[in-house]
């Protein structure tokens, strides 16, 4: 075993870290592995060994030279990604060695960081890779956008695009647990056999092979209530002339535009009619709701632990698999939430 | 005198009708005039004597075979509009020959309506021309569209948009009586001047000579909290760049786009920033705050009385020349809140 080798055993820590802003969709010369070694904690400080990555959308915002909620990621630094694990040393009373807790860690085997910029994760909750999902920040971002946004009533007809996706899925359960007639919009046939048979959609539109406004027209009669949006594109067009008065939009994201040619994202032409039918179009992130995440781990667990709601996860082995998991999210082939088990 | 001649004196009726919907500006092939009797009143209703008719950028949508907030006009029938008139004939206990009336009179110069439909009018609290105009439905939807949507708050920065327009001109000056710093676009030396030294905005910008996202950048140093967008186009995009967290946006219009080629708007490519702003967008038509007018009428017409709001109208003699109403509407030409005296 060479001395190169043996550094890279798995006790050496690996950082992958943005090599070059990307001009369209990253590829493997965006990123750049490392091995250096970990800073002892300092006064405040833990050190972690990670164990699970989370793979998100919103990492191209964050690698897109754009104002953004958070500033770009500089070239040369390890890549943001949320990160759950344990504590293997200490200098804070927030958390001892042994606790395991969740943050912006970091793509990496290990990261010191301030304990107050992580949430404790109590592991007899849910199993871990559920934490990071559904009983985690996409599941938070369904339940917060969804109920605490979108306001959805009984019996109103509430419209979730990537509803088989980490967030849709539960925005779908959540708006079914709430009475509402809920229609997912998925792409192809396994997907939208998931989001009505396993997760309880009453209509499911496949916009890769319907006609998508005579579809969502037709899942529609009554118009649209709530509108639960994660792709943005002809779907966010096509559903708002489907509003009804005083219908609200939750903008989650818009995953349908962020590869565009330039950067450059198709606007919603249509966007006129959130006048004309007085409706609302609410933005959020996770950061207006943190302090919130007490209440929405208590239903989502209530609701998980009465088989009212379920999770998938796809999990990948290895931090090797960062590159291609950032691909294979925006090319929509993962089926769940998107993990990386270290 | 010819028979026909004495058909079209000063007490035969007149009315506009939708003769063709346009497929892009209206011109005069898209208005017939006719001379058809006024029926009498049946219970329940009255007929006015038109005095003022409003033409408004609301117009196109009313001739767009699109869904809207309000069905389109029919062809061949009478082109929608506000108007206020004296009631000549009355068989609702609601009002008296003698009184005034607003409401949607259409555009001709007697209207036989039911009486439910028509909101008096006090002639005492301000002259009818106001009351067509800054004590009327535009600074209405500029009173509730900017204090119960956007809620500015003393020191925030508002931009707000064809600030020289009617609604526009209201809003700047309520945002200048609630204490915010307020940034207006406008188009061309003249308007800007008007919005500068006469609305008392504290900076202007002319999106006709200026370079807008410089421009619109330098006016808001510390971000843009409310906007009060009438224009869409440009404008919209670039003000979405400069959001604050939890900005407010009021889509109140989108004049820049109603004339698009073949009534396809451009969406707001920027409009993701909503999310990562974490703001919120608006809609809404003064048919939401119609049991409100009350209180925007007794705080506008005191600030009118205290001479911090001021208003102007552009008037225009006779029901001929309705064509040339809305064309110069549409380019912008009007100044001040475009009225025609009958």
Chains 1, 2 share one sequence.
Not at 114 to 135: C, F, T, V, W
Request: aromatic content about 8%; hydrophobic content about 40%.
């Amino acid at each position: 075993m060479s001395a190169q080798d043996d550094e890279q055993s798995d006790d050496t820590p690996t950082q992958v870290r943005l090599s070059k802003l990307p001009s369209g969709v990253p590829d493997e010369s965006t990123w750049r592995f490392t091995h250096d070694p970990t800073p002892e904690p300092a006064d405040g400080e833990v050190t972690l060994r990670i164990e699970w990555l989370s793979i998100d959308p919103a990492m191209v915002g964050w690698i897109t030279p754009k104002k953004s909620y958070i500033e770009a990621v500089p070239e040369g630094e390890v890549m943001r990604a949320f990160g759950l694990g344990r504590v293997v040393a200490s200098r804070s009373p927030r958390l001892s060695v042994g606790d395991y807790a969740f943050g912006f860690t970091g793509v990496q085997t290990e990261a010191t960081m301030n304990a107050m910029m992580l949430r404790p994760i109590d592991p007899s909750i849910a199993p871990l890779e559920k934490q990071m999902g559904g009983l985690g920040m996409t599941g938070f971002t369904a339940y917060f956008g969804l109920l605490d946004l979108g306001q959805p009533k009984e019996g109103e007809t509430v419209v979730v695009s990537a509803a088989a996706g980490a967030v849709g899925s539960v925005a779908v359960q959540v708006a079914k647990i709430h009475g509402c007639r809920v229609v997912g919009v998925a792409g192809g046939p396994e997907k939208c056999a998931y989001v009505k048979d396993e997760l309880g959609a009453d209509v499911v539109v496949d916009y890769k092979n319907d006609n998508v406004p005579e579809a969502l027209a037709t899942a529609t009669p009554k118009g649209v209530d709530v509108y639960f949006d994660n792709v943005g594109g002809e779907v966010l067009d096509v559903t708002l002339m489907l509003l009804n008065r005083h219908a609200r939009i939750v903008l989650c994201g818009a995953v349908s535009q962020y590869t565009n040619p330039g950067g450059v994202m198709q606007g919603p032409s249509n966007y006129l009619q959130i006048t004309t039918q007085s409706a609302k179009l609410f933005g959020f992130t996770m950061r207006d709701y943190l302090h919130r995440v007490p209440e929405a781990l208590q239903d989502l667990s209530k609701w998980m632990d009465e088989g009212r709601l379920t999770t998938r996860e796809h999990i990948l082995e290895g931090i090797e698999c960062f590159p291609s998991a950032v691909k294979m999210i925006f090319a929509g082939e993962n089926r769940g939430k998107l993990l990386i088990r270290i």
